[in-house]
Every structure is written in structure tokens, then in C-alpha cells.
């Protein structure tokens, strides 16, 4: 049972907006591009890092939310493949932030019954980084709320190249040489197998792209695009996503019955 005490100050906006919810049609998963840092820091005439910074705040908020409303799973993209480009400092200061961030949290976590998972090419990380993504993920491997995976060294890319390259191998020591690939086989060998998909995606910063992001699992994503910045990202602003998202028609490449009903009426029309 949804407390919404826990969400929402009394005459707050957030329950304001929170009233409007339906938490029967909540989203199951919510994948999120945190844009804006580098933007929100140079707006404050700060070092970029510092935008990396205040960003945790938003990450605490969001992923305590989420937990709360009883979702079932919520991913943030922290770091992708591409962002090795960025100086060394800066890099070096985001898995900094990260071990940081677990170490701090991690009793959180446990407390909102959160289990923790990440997904990318974890093996490239600096073993220090993989060592407390590892304590992490196994000390929370035993919660049953929410499930928190953080996307690091990730490309969606990446993911289906590493995909087909698991299943190749699987398919080369099983001997399954008559074995038919299909979809579910397929997603089955994701990095987020045995995961629904995303069906809210929640870009901050007001960019219009996907940035290489769950790009197999997004196909049917209903896309919530922010100008807010990530480190201004609130509670009332996930709200504002949901919101949004419960007015769509998910229709997944079909028709509403109104509309069905009409065309089958034009056929029987055509044919009397």
C-alpha cells in the first residue's frame, strides 16, 4: 500500500500534483537521461564537476520517490561509453562521486527495501569502482522493492553488439546450431534480462535525442522531454512526468475500439 504521507508535504505542491495521480496506472519502469550538469554549473560560473555534484541530490530524491510510489524498476544513465572522451579529471571525479554515493546511500537503500544493479560494461571500470559496485549489488540482493539499476560505461549500442556476442557463445558451447533467434530469445540476453521494459523515459535538460540509451528496450517508451536541469530535478517534476505519461494512449502499433468499430463499419459499407 501506496503511503502518500511519505510523498508529499500537506498543501505542497507535490500533492497537489500527486492528487492527480490514478497510482493504480503507475508506470512499471522508469528509465532516466540525466542531462544538464555541465549547464547548470556553468550557469552558477562553476567547474563542471561541482554540476556533478549537486546531481546526487536529485538522484537521492528520484530514487527514494520511486521507491515509495512502489515502482517496479527505475535506471539512470550515470556514465556511458562515449563519456570517456571527457577530460581526465572530470571522469575521474564522477567515479569518484559514484563511490562516494554508494558508500553514503547504501543504508538508504536497505531501508527502502531497494535493490541496487548495475548495467554496462561494468569490467572496464577501475577495479576500486567495481569493488564497491559489487558490495553494493550484494548487499541489496535480497530486497524486494524497487529495482535501482545505474547505467555505467553503457551504450545501447554496445549492449546489442555484447548481446549477439553472448549469444554466439552460448549458442557455440550448447551446440544449438538449428536454434532460432527470436525477440524474446534476444532480450533474454540483454543486460537487463528478466527486467520490463521502460515504458516512461524521462529526458531532463530539454534535449531531443536518446543518447544511445536502452535502445532495444525504449521501443515502445512514452518519451517525457524536461527543460528542467538534472541537479533541479525534483520530486514534483517525476510527478509531472507521470502525469504525463497516464494522459497518453499507449496503443502499441494498434488501434483504439472506437476506431476499430469504424473501419470494420466502412468494410461492410463498401460490401453491401
Known amino acids: 500500500m ?24 503507475l508506470p512499471k519502469h522508469i528509465a532516466v537521461i540525466m542531462d544538464g550538469n555541465g549547464r547548470w554549473a556553468r550557469a552558477r560560473h562553476l567547474p563542471r564537476v561541482e554540476g ?28 556511458s561509453v562515449e563519456n570517456w572522451k571527457r577530460p ?5 571525479t564522477l567515479m569518484m562521486l559514484l563511490k562516494e554515493y554508494l558508500r553514503k546511500e547504501l543504508q538508504t537503500l536497505m531501508e527502502n527495501n531497494i535493490r541496487f544493479l548495475p548495467i554496462g560494461r561494468i569490467d572496464g571500470l577501475d577495479p576500486s569502482v567495481q569493488r564497491e559496485l559489487r558490495y553494493a549489488q550484494e548487499k541489496t540482493a535480497e530486497n524486494s522493492g524497487l529495482l ?67 535502445l532495444w528496450q525504449i521501443a515502445y517508451a512514452e518519451i517525457h522531454v524536461t527543460k528542467v536541469l538534472w541537479p533541479d530535478f525534483r520530486r514534483k517534476h517525476l510527478f509531472e512526468a507521470i502525469l504525463d505519461f497516464q494522459s497518453r494512449e499507449r496503443r502499441y502499433g494498434g488501434v483504439e475500439p472506437s476506431d476499430a468499430e469504424m473501419f470494420v463499419e466502412a468494410d461492410d459499407a463498401a460490401s453491401s
Not at 555534484?53 to 539512470?76: D, F, H, K, N, W
Request: with cysteine; proline share 2%; hydrophobic share 45%.
Open 148 to 214: 535501482f539499476q545505474i547505467a555505467l560505461n553503457y551504450g545501447g549500442r554496445a549492449e546489442i553488439v555484447d548481446t549477439c556476442n553472448r549469444i554466439m557463445a552460448t549458442l557455440r558451447e550448447k551446440e544449438m546450431t538449428d536454434a532460432v533467434i527470436d525477440e524474446a530469445f534476444f532480450s533474454d540476453h540483454l543486460y537487463t534480462a528478466n527486467v520490463d521494459d521502460p515504458d516512461l523515459l524521462i529526458r531532463t535538460s530539454g534535449e531531443l535525442r536518446v543518447s544511445n540509451f536502452l
Open 88 to 92: 581526465r579529471y572530470e571522469v575521474a
Open 2 to 25: 501506496i503511503d502518500v504521507r511519505k510523498l508529499a508535504e500537506p498543501g505542497s505542491s507535490e500533492e497537489t500534483l500527486l492528487e492527480k495521480i490514478d497510482l493504480k496506472r
Open 52 to 79: 556533478h555534484r549537486a546531481g546526487i541530490a536529485s538522484v537521492r530524491e528520484i530514487v527514494e520517490t520511486a521507491a515509495r510510489l512502489e515502482l517496479g524498476v527505475m535506471t539512470l544513465y550515470a556514465f
